[in-house]
Each structure stands twice: as C-alpha cells, then as structure tokens.
C-alpha cells in the first residue's frame, strides 16, 4: 500500500465510527463499582477448625468483626472486567512494540515453563547449597555462556536491571582506581547516552562531564584525547549508542582511556544489535552491562524484573560482587565469599533468578547460530524501516543504522503537528507508539526499535500507518494533532498520573 493509496480511507471512517461509538470500557470503571450485595466469586471450605480453638489460634483483637469495603462481585463478572481492561493494554502479544532502546520482543514461551519447573521456582535462597545445586549450576552455566558471548572472563549475574549494572560497574571502577591510589573525579558521558548512566555514575560518587558527538552521533576522538585526563576515572559509551549507530573507534576510545590509568565502560543494553558478531572484551572494554530483559527475552513492561548482569577484564575481577558462584574439583557448585576487594553485595541474595532461568534457556533453545540471526535480522528489520520512512520522515543522523532508527518532526512541524501528536495518532492504527523525544541530541525525536520477532507483514503494516500519518498531516493535520480518536481514554495528563496514582478504592 503506498501513501497516496485510497484502500487507506475505509480505516479512517472505521476510526471515526469507532471514535463515536460509545465506549463501553468506560462505562466499565473500577471493579469496585460492580459489588452487589449478595455476589460471590469463590466457595471456601467449611470451616474444620473447633471454633473455641479459633480465640488460641488468633486472639480477638485481632480479628476483624466485618470487612469494611467488602468487594461482593460474581466469577463471571471478574472475568470480564479483567479480560476487557487486559484488551485495553497495547501488548508485545498483540502486535509491534517498537519502543527503540527498550527491545521489546517476543518473549518465547518456553522461557516461561522452565522458569516455573519446580525446582527452580520453589528453592528458596536460604537452603544449603547442598539442596540447591541445581540452581547453582544455572548460576554457573550461564556466567560460562555470557563469558563467551561477552568474551570476558568474569561476569557477575547480581544487579537486578541495566542501572543496576551500571552503578556495579561504576563502583568496581571506583575500587580500582582507589586501589590504584585515586578514586579520580569525572566519569565521561557522551551526549547520546542513555539517561541513566549520568545518575549512575553520580550514585557511585563522580561528578559528570559530558561529550558532545560529532555530526554522524558518535563519539569524537578528538574531543575525546582531549577531555581524558589522570581526574577522569572512565568513560561509559552506549554500543550501538541512542542513535541506533554503532561506535567504530571503540579500540582507539580503550587505548586513549588506559594510557592515562582510567577505564572503558560499555553500555550493552541493546546486545541483541550485535550479539554473536563481535565481542566487547575483544574490543578493550574494562567493564560491561547487559539487560538478560532485553536481548535474552524476559516480558519487562513497567518496570520489571530485570537482569543487568556486568562482565569485567581481568582488571577488575577482584572487585567483582560477592559471593560468586564457583564449582569445585568433584563437580559441585558453592558460593565463594572469600573476596577481599569486593564491593560486597550489590543485591540480596542472588539477583532476579527467575530472569537468569529464562535467559539461559533462551541462549540454549537458540544456540550460537540462532544468537547471531538475533542480531542479523534486528538489524535488517531496523534498516528495512529506514529505508520506507526516510521519504516520508526527517533521519537527522543519516549514518547506517543497527538495531534501531531514529527520525524527527522536522517534516511536520511547518504543519504545526509534532512528535507526540504522531505517536498518538499511531494508536489510532493499533500500534504501540515508539520512544519520543530521546535521544536529547535529536529535536522531536521518534526512536523506533521494531526487534527481530517482527514478520516483515508487521513491518510493513507499521510503516503503512506511519506513511499514512504523514499523508494526513498534509492533507488534515487536525486530524492528527486531536488524536487517539478510538481508545477508551484520550490525552492524559501523564505527569499527574505518575505523581499522584490512585492506589486504593475508597468508598
Ligand atoms: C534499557 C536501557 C538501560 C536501563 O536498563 P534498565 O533495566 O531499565 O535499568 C540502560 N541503557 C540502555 C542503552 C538501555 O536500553
């Protein structure tokens, strides 16, 4: 379907109908609003407790004598009520989620059925390694598999999300260069960085000096040579960086970093953009995060759980979280707190195990091969994007792109219609808006992530919408700048939404 295509005006009428039709889901409100005196949901067992040993069992005061608030609803209407808010949800299960930076891709669902073996969902943290040497093995097999995919030789699987990883990273950094005499001062940030490493390296004490990029988004040597002196303890890059472009001089940003004592610290979030390609250890990176969440599938929609384990250079394996998780000479697995450098624990415990089972059934059900076609085809589909969009939206940075692309507004604010009205205008066409305004170096930015689960028909729908769009800011620009015309709900004041959450039903 090209823009001009008239096969698009049937969508747009069925939109305004929709748009009209009265929303059921909002007459729907809150579950609480259903009670009706009288309904169940649930049958309990008669009671097979004497009822005089109930006063032993728990004292009076504190039991209740009625529930305030009781919520009195049938089975047949909680069904409902969730099964209709849960199609309100846009979902990776339902189609595109092209949030660029967050690689949201579909989750297999064998990933699912071993975490829930019993064995693993039912150890608790506490029990002797002796009772849970399967779980430690996990731990181990899968440090060996990211060792190899990070070609690093240690990676600690504590930190429980990519931040977390960065400030792991960051305080083993800091160590080391008090060891070496000096925490140092500044940790070098580029400006196409992702936002969370500037609080990071903050949370582990250093102060922050930004790098302005050059004009194809990466780093800029020179700026580089120049701003790395014996204060500055590292530089953290983002590879590929926010702009979907991969950082070529990553040899030359390690040789620069070590010949003055300070340390390279990479970003690998977005692994699935090169994962069975190249190698970050053998790049001269010191010290590295991955999100499993991310590149090894675990569902991470608001906010969790993660994963963000970190692989280190030889450098700093002393100062690499305890305990570790080692195998002995007869076979088995223990954990190792004889550490003296650690940073100590970075969480309780050891980390989101679930996420780690996930990940490593996902890298084996892949296999080696099937870890490099992740990477292949993100990039191809990330391209293949690009290429159908760039007549239709401003590319700011024209350099090749790896497993994400990002346009701006610019060819559609001289209709006075922006980034924001574009992505909920997207709703409209059934897909998840992408990342808006991010990367900060881009104006307007939409950062489109499409992943390499997405069939090239998803692609094209994708790209179909958007061409439409961009048609309709030329031909009715009002039209996209009052959109979503057919969710349930319209604009959202979504600063007050995050600051003031209404968390309990009040009568
Ligand atoms: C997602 C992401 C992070 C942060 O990861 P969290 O698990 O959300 O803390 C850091 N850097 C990059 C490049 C990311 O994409």
């Known amino acids: 379907m090209s823009a001009g295509d008239t096969t698009m005006t049937p969508v747009l009428e069925q939109q305004e109908v929709a748009a009209a039709a009265p929303q059921r889901i909002l007459r729907e409100g809150l579950i609480f609003e259903h009670s009706k005196a009288g309904r169940r949901g649930y049958q309990l067992p008669a009671l097979d407790v004497p009822e005089q040993a109930l006063d032993q069992l728990l004292p009076k005061p504190l039991r209740r004598a009625a529930i305030e608030d009781e919520l009195e609803v049938s089975e047949v209407g909680v069904i409902r009520h969730f099964t209709r808010l849960s199609k309100l949800n846009m979902s990776i299960d339902a189609g595109l989620y092209p949030l660029g930076s967050c690689t949201m891709k579909h989750n297999p ?63 083993m950094v800091r160590k080391a260069q008090i060891k070496a005499g000096n925490p140092r001062t500044y940790i070098l940030i580029p400006d196409s960085a992702h936002g969370t490493h500037p609080a990071s390296a903050a949370f582990a004490g250093y102060e922050i000096k930004e790098l302005k990029s050059n004009s194809r988004g990466t780093v800029d040597l020179n700026a580089l040579a120049e701003a790395v002196t014996e204060d500055v303890a590292a530089l953290m890059v983002t590879v590929p960086n926010t702009l979907g472009v991969f950082e070529s001089e990553i040899k030359k940003f390690a040789e620069i970093l070590h010949a003055k004592g300070a340390f390279l610290y990479c970003d690998g979030a977005n692994l699935n953009a090169f994962v069975g390609i190249a190698r970050p250890g053998d790049m001269g990176i010191d010290v590295m995060h991955s999100n499993l969440h991310k590149t090894f599938s675990t569902p991470h929609g608001g906010g969790g759980p993660g994963a963000g384990p970190v692989g280190v ?106 980034t924001l009205d574009i992505a909920k205008r997207l709703m409209d066409y059934g897909f998840h808006p992408p990342t808006i305004y991010f990367p900060l170096i881009v104006a307007g930015a939409l950062m489109i992530e499409p992943t390499e689960s997405e069939p090239k028909e998803e692609l094209d729908a994708f790209c179909d919408a958007m061409i439409a769009i961009a048609q309709e800011v030329k031909e009715r620009p009002e039209l996209v700048r009052t959109a979503p015309h057919t969710t349930p709900v319209r604009r959202l004041d979504e600063a007050r939404a995050a600051r003031n959450p209404i968390l309990r039903w009040k009568k």
């Open 313 to 418: 250079s030889e450098r700093l394996v002393p100062f690499l979280p305890s305990p570790t998780v080692e195998r002995a000479a007869d076979g088995t697995f223990y954990l190792q707190y004889d550490h003296p450098d650690s940073i100590g624990r970075m969480r309780a415990f050891h980390g989101n195990f679930g996420v780690l089972v996930r990940a490593l059934t996902y890298i084996r059900s892949m296999g080696p091969e099937g870890l490099r076609r992740i990477a292949e085809i993100a990039v191809l589909n990330a391209n293949y994007i690009r290429a159908r969009l760039k007549s239709s939206y401003y590319l700011p940075y024209d350099a090749a792109t790896l497993h994400e692309v990002v346009f701006s507004d610019k060819m559609q604010s001289a209709q006075d219609v922006h």
């Open 109 to 171: 669902r064998i990933n699912e059925e071993i975490a829930r073996t019993p064995g693993f969902a039912l150890s608790h943290p506490l029990q002797p390694a002796h009772q849970i040497q399967g779980s430690l093995e996990l731990m181990w097999h899968l440090e060996q598999t990211l060792k190899e995919i990070f070609g690093m030789p240690r990676v600690t699987l504590q930190p429980v999300a990519g931040a977390h990883g960065e400030l792991t990273g960051i305080l």
